[in-house]
């Protein structure tokens, strides 16, 4: 559920921003999270299964892998005529965190951080009966995140739904990368497993 952005020499600049000529699937997404995301190495290899939001699909994905971690980043379109929405937008017996993302609610849980995002379907202008789900998960799934990773999956998950809802799919609910000011996702409370 992740789109990638080239950037340009080595290193951050001056707003923490990564600019390592690695791009993150395909080029669009882009900020630090993502290079601590697969561990001190950064991302040594990326691999997009079928992630073209520039073309409007129900789903996406890609993965990027580093020397030590990977992860896997998802974007999912789910409806109430299929799938019971509640359980998107409510904490679960697995959920350790929640957080903010404008007006859409974020979850970690013990191997990814998702956020779900009221948005209609393309061409439909209700958004109450769909919702689009954007996930970056540890892999393999059965990796538990420690306390220390969750605050990353958190920021790395936020980065996602900024870009795909707000820029891509132009997601009422979600501001665009462009527009926001910060990338760090705002703790709305925890949960206990």
């Not at 000529?21 to 040594?44: E, N, P």
């Not at 996406?60 to 020397?67: A, T």
């Not at 202008?125 to 892999?139: D, F, I, Y």
Request: aromatic letters at 8%; charged letters at 25%; proline letters at 4%.
């Amino acid at each position: 559920m992740v789109v990638l952005i080239s950037a340009g020499c080595s290193g951050q600049d001056d707003d923490g921003v990564d600019v390592r000529s690695t791009s993150v699937c395909d080029g669009h997404l882009k900020g630090r999270a993502f290079a601590t995301l697969v561990g001190d190495s950064g991302v040594v290899s990326e691999k997009t299964s079928k992630f073209s939001p520039t073309k409007w699909t129900a789903a996406g994905r890609c993965e990027l892998y580093g020397k030590e971690d990977s992860v896997r980043i998802d974007y999912l379109w789910h409806s109430d005529d299929l799938d019971d929405l509640d359980r998107y937008r409510s904490p679960n017996a697995s959920t350790v965190k929640s957080f903010k993302v404008d007006s859409a609610v974020g979850y970690v849980e013990k191997n990814r951080a998702f956020v779900a995002i009221p948005c209609a379907w393309e061409g439909r202008t209700v958004s109450k009966h769909e919702l689009l789900e954007v996930e970056v998960a540890n892999m393999p799934p059965s990796r538990t995140l420690d306390s220390g990773q969750r605050e990353t999956f958190a920021s790395a998950a936020t980065i996602a739904a900024r870009y795909l809802g707000g820029e891509v799919f132009k997601c009422a609910a979600i501001h665009s990368t462009e527009s926001s000011g910060s990338s760090s996702p705002s703790p709305s409370g925890s949960a206990s497993t």
